[in-house]
């Protein structure tokens, strides 16, 4: 399945870009959302491989210098996170078409060095929905949401460069535009299982 698509989302905190990945990929066993590596420390209850495959400074590095990253980023935290292009390989030895689930600029990265990327831009219906998303999940400190709005700001003037837009209104009404985009780009190559 070397030829698979790789499914790109991504846009600004709070567009619920995750919450419509979780509703596709339950609709569509196809798909498999690739694990990132990153130099965080693993949390209590986190396992190597299911929520992201740690690696020390010394190893990002190394994969840095020998290429094996399609993209990755340091957060202001320090830490660094990435897409190994294992896990692509990995994804789709099993038969399976890759899912992204990245910041813009990795975004960016992907759907400009890989062939045949598809890249969907998920927004809310507006800015101030998106702030009072942030600030109703309040997972962040009042300046980190004022950075991540500051952030999206910039990142929303990006959504014309990817391939599709998807405006998360409705969370039913958004997931089934995302399944209807993967199932349109994957029977175009072919990759969609019978159904």
């Given at each position: 399945?070397?030829?698979?698509?790789?499914?790109?989302?991504?846009?600004?905190?709070?567009?619920?870009?995750?919450?419509?990945?979780?509703?596709?990929?339950?609709?569509?066993?196809?798909?498999?959302?690739?694990?990132?590596?990153?130099?965080?420390?693993?949390?209590?209850?986190?396992?190597?491989?299911r929520e992201y495959w740690f690696v020390s400074d010394d190893?990002?590095?190394?994969?840095?210098?020998?290429?094996?990253?399609?993209?990755?980023?340091?957060?202001?935290?320090?830490n660094r996170y990435g897409t190994l292009r294992s896990e692509?390989?990995?994804?789709?030895?099993?038969?399976?078409?890759?899912?992204l689930d990245l910041e813009i600029e990795g975004a960016l990265?992907?759907?400009?060095?890989?062939?045949?990327?598809?890249?969907?831009?998920?927004?809310?219906?507006?800015?101030?929905?998106?702030?009072?998303?942030?600030?109703?999940?309040?997972?962040?400190?009042?300046?980190?949401?004022?950075?991540?709005?500051?952030?999206?700001?910039?990142?929303?003037?990006?959504?014309?460069?990817?391939?599709?837009?998807?405006?998360?209104?409705?969370?039913?009404?958004?997931?089934?535009?995302?399944?209807?985009?993967?199932?349109?780009?994957?029977?175009?190559?072919?990759?969609?299982?019978?159904?």
């Open positions: 399945m070397a030829g698979t698509p790789v499914v790109v989302v991504t846009g600004p905190s709070g567009a619920g870009k995750g919450t419509l990945e979780n509703v596709v990929l339950r609709r569509l066993p196809e798909l498999e959302l690739a694990i990132s590596a990153t130099t965080r420390k693993r949390r209590k209850g986190e396992e190597d491989g190893d990002f590095d190394r994969r840095v210098r020998d290429a094996e990253f399609l993209e990755w980023v340091r957060y202001v935290s320090g692509i390989g990995r994804i789709r030895r099993a038969g399976r078409v890759p899912l990265r992907v759907r400009g060095s890989v062939p045949g990327s598809v890249s969907v831009f998920v927004d809310a219906p507006s800015f101030a929905e998106l702030e009072r998303r942030l600030r109703e999940r309040a997972t962040e400190s009042s300046g980190e949401i004022d950075e991540r709005l500051e952030l999206a700001r910039e990142q929303r003037k990006h959504a014309a460069q990817f391939d599709y837009v998807i405006v998360n209104d409705d969370v039913e009404r958004a997931a089934g535009e995302l399944e209807e985009i993967v199932r349109r780009e994957l029977d175009s190559v072919g990759t969609m299982s019978a159904r």
